[in-house]
């Protein structure tokens, strides 16, 4: 596609449901990441996929969190048990590489919230 | 690991006047990468502008311009004839020259521009 696609755009779900994330990164690009943004705050680093390498996952928050990348494409973010400080848009970005001068590409984020 | 510091969480600018935001890195390398990206209310990030640390040259992009002090490690954002959609969340980003990574790319806390009609 033209851009990197997330669903769903929002999510409401109850404290303690599991969720599914899903980021399409664009077609092409090796690069893969997940980031958390609360509210009114900056990026949190989650989650880096580089093509078939095993995934940095040193910015997961805790083992409720994994994501996985089918086929060097889609990647999906999934939130188990979900609590109430889970609640963020969590943004997909991917790049045509991983060095520097690559710049991410950034979806426009799921917004999830738990009640 | 490197940090980004915006220490301006608000800036507010008339409309068609110039702003300025700032931003403020530490490394220890010599060879990386600076961005700046924008966030409108539609929660995308959008690239605004970027700029090679090897390159002594700002960067410009239209409206949009870079003053990179590389020995002071600073690298702002100058906004000229501020338009009402540039009101939007700033985030500066540092990258390293390898790229990837959870250390590759650290982004700073962002700054709030209000454009003042």
């Known amino acids: 596609g033209a851009g990197v696609s997330q669903s769903p755009s929002n999510k409401v779900t109850e404290k303690g449901k599991d969720v599914e994330l899903r980021c399409d990164p664009i077609?092409?690009?090796?690069?893969l990441y997940w980031y958390r943004q609360s509210l009114g705050q900056g990026l949190e680093f989650l989650i880096y996929?580089?093509?078939?390498?095993?995934?940095?996952k040193s910015g997961l928050p805790s083992d409720r969190f994994s994501a996985e990348r089918t086929g060097g494409s889609v990647s999906t973010l999934t939130i188990q048990r979900t609590q109430q400080e889970d609640s963020a848009v969590y943004l997909c970005?991917?790049?045509?590489?991983?060095?520097?001068?690559?710049?991410?590409?950034f979806g426009n984020g799921t917004r999830l919230t738990v009640t | 690991a490197q940090t980004v510091t915006q220490s301006q969480p608000e800036m507010s600018v008339q409309e068609a006047e110039t702003v300025t935001l700032s931003c403020t890195y530490d490394t220890s390398e010599s060879d990386y990468y600076l961005f700046w990206y924008k966030q409108p209310p539609s929660r995308q990030m959008i690239l605004v502008i970027r700029?090679?640390?090897?390159?002594?040259q700002n960067a410009t992009e239209n409206r949009f311009s870079v003053n990179f002090q590389k020995a002071a490690k600073s690298f702002s954002l100058k906004i000229s004839d501020s338009q009402l959609g540039d009101a939007a969340m700033y985030f500066c980003a540092y990258r390293t020259y390898s790229g990837g990574g959870a250390d590759g790319l650290t982004f700073g806390k962002g700054t709030h521009l209000i454009i003042q009609p």
């Open positions: 970005a991917s790049s045509l590489g991983q060095f520097g001068i690559s710049p991410l590409h």
């Open positions: 700029q090679e640390a090897y390159k002594q």
């Open positions: 077609s092409g690009h090796t690069a």
């Open positions: 996929f580089q093509g078939n390498s095993a995934p940095d």
